[in-house]
T-cell receptor, first 111, second 111 residues
Framework: AQRVTQPEKLLSVFKGAPVELKCNYS??????LFWYVQYSRQRLQLLLR??SRESIKGFTADLNKGETSFHLKKPFAQEEDSAMYYC?????????????FGQGTRLTINP | ETGVTQSPTHLIKTRGQQVTLRCSSQ?????VSWYQQALGQGPQFIFQ???????GRGNFPPRFSGLQFPNYSSELNVNALELDDSALYLC??????????FGSGTRLTVV
């Protein structure tokens, strides 16, 4: 089964410092990878997907197939970045396309 | 354009009872997926519905069942509730191949 691992449950950095949230995956084939974010009292929402190669809210993520990683980075953290972050990939099962999520990393930006 | 709405927002049930959770998909989305998110975990795929048929299922027992209606709204039914069924249940809608839009979830507590 495909798997997504986020090794850090909690991550705390100071405002203005660089941020890197780690994500590793196991997948046979070419995965489609995502980062989802959940701000306090809000619903889960898409932050970015690797195929679009967009930078959203200053975040970027590069797919490294050799290391099977899709780490999320931002050069200068802002307080509003405090949230729960989930890395996910899509897997096709029985004709359905499902998301496989990691356990999530709670990011706290200290003032 | 309306988003995904779920009802109820919170629910408390007794072990052994049955529960029905509801989801209205985003306008234009014909596919609905359900996820279970236990405390401290990432969402886990339960099943997906497309054109009123279940077209993919995760590792959940048959007492988890669902329906999709002609207007693409959906229900998740859980029979013979167990304490471990306590979780946040998320509904996500999409057009096949498109991005997922998540609802705010239903928090189910089984006592």
């Amino acid at each position: 089964a495909q798997r997504v691992t986020q090794p850090e449950k909690l991550l705390s950095v100071f405002k203005g410092a660089p941020v890197e949230l780690k994500c590793n995956y196991s997948y046979s084939g070419s995965p489609e990878l995502f980062w989802y974010v959940q701000y306090s009292r809000q619903r889960l929402q898409l932050l970015l997907r690797h195929i679009s190669r967009e930078s959203i809210k200053g975040f970027t993520a590069d797919l490294n197939k050799g290391e099977t990683s899709f780490h999320l980075k931002k050069p200068f953290a802002q307080e509003e970045d405090s949230a729960m972050y989930y890395c996910a990939l899509t897997e096709v099962i029985q004709g359905a396309q499902k998301l496989v999520f990691g356990q999530g990393t709670r990011l706290t930006i200290n003032p | 354009e309306t988003g995904v709405t779920q009802s109820p927002t919170h629910l408390i049930k007794t072990r052994g009872q049955q529960v029905t959770l509801r989801c209205s998909s985003q306008s234009g989305h014909n596919t609905v997926s359900w996820y279970q998110q236990a405390l401290g975990q990432g969402p886990q795929f339960i099943f997906q519905y497309y054109r009123e048929e279940e077209n993919g299922r995760g590792n959940f027992p048959p007492r988890f069942s669902g329906l999709q209606f002609p207007n693409y709204s959906s229900e998740l039914n859980v029979n013979a509730l167990e304490l471990d069924d306590s979780a946040l249940y998320l509904c996500a809608s999409t057009q096949m191949g498109g991005g997922y839009t998540f609802g705010s979830g239903t928090r189910l507590t089984v006592v």
